[in-house]
């Protein structure tokens, strides 16, 4: 499996090259900007090298694979950043031109960060972030050719802790919502953490989303740790769990950015097999490969 090593606007070209679609689509998760927060839409962002800042109107940005390869499956993103930037290139764009390469449609998302300074945000917008859009990719899982009952959850550093703020709650949505996205289910149908970041969940029930987890057992900020304990709670939970501890490579390795240890530069290659293992990439109709 060959991982692309592009740039941002090379991410653009590669879409247009795979006939999916002419260069990734972006869509706000609100029309009229996040709720309570309406005035701050149209404030700028900041993006430099590898980071993104400032994200006062979240978003998705879309990346569909090839319709010869699609699988209808599909994972939103989320990358990692301490709360305070978010490592959109190397830990969204590269994961959406991996995820393209086996048929799966990949939603990067731009969440709020209650990390930066004076920042208005808390983690409840976070969580409110990752469900709604959970909610707006079910919502128009038809024109994406995407089954809603296949949608996952990824999550790099910070992005972890975020994908923990729904995968282990009902995600129910409101039956009475005036905006129908609203009334559609969050809850991601499995999660794939990626050095997960605190804090983590106190409890995780039987009812978990199965479950990706890697990390690097010299991963410098604890994560080892924390995917430890998650790892522990779901095997206790009886919830169907991979993990992954790397004899090493530190924090940050990403999809593949470790080229002298192989064990890095294959590991999503794992993360392919299992989610063929699990069904995940078995197309709506055919037969499952269990």
């Known amino acids: 499996m060959k991982i692309l090593l592009a740039t941002t606007m090379a991410a653009v070209a590669f879409g247009s090259a795979a006939g999916a679609q002419t260069g990734p689509q972006v869509i706000p998760l609100w029309n009229q900007g996040a709720p309570g927060f309406e005035s701050r839409r149209d404030l700028p962002e900041e993006a430099r090298d590898y980071w993104v800042r400032r994200i006062n109107n979240p978003t998705i940005t879309v990346f569909l694979p090839p319709r010869d390869k699609a699988t209808g499956a599909a994972v939103v993103v989320a990358p990692g950043g301490g709360f305070h930037e978010l490592v959109y290139v190397n830990e969204g764009v590269r994961a959406a031109e991996f995820f393209s390469s086996i048929g799966v449609a990949t939603f990067v998302l731009k969440y709020r960060l209650p990390g930066e300074e004076n920042s208005p945000y808390t983690m409840d917008n976070v969580r409110q972030d990752a469900y709604r859009a959970m909610r707006l990719v079910r919502s128009r899982a038809a024109e994406w050719q995407i089954d809603p009952h296949r949608v996952g959850m990824m999550g790099f550093s910070a992005g972890g802790a975020l994908v923990s703020l729904v995968a282990y709650a009902p995600g129910n949505g409101d039956p009475a919502a005036p905006d129908p996205i609203d009334r559609l289910n969050g809850k991601p149908d499995f999660q794939i953490l990626v050095f997960p970041g605190g804090p983590e969940p106190q409890t995780i ?86």
């Open 205 to 290: 029930a039987a009812d978990a989303p199965p479950s990706f987890l890697i990390v690097a057992n010299d991963d410098e900020y604890g994560c080892d740790k924390v995917t430890l304990n998650i790892f522990e709670k779901l095997r206790a939970a009886g919830v169907r769990t991979e993990a992954v501890f790397l004899a090493q490579g530190k924090h940050a390795f990403n999809m593949n950015e470790r080229p002298n240890l192989l064990t890095v530069m294959h590991w999503p290659q794992q993360l392919a097999d299992w989610m063929h293992d699990s069904g995940l990439l078995t197309p709506a109709g055919a037969a499952a490969g269990k």
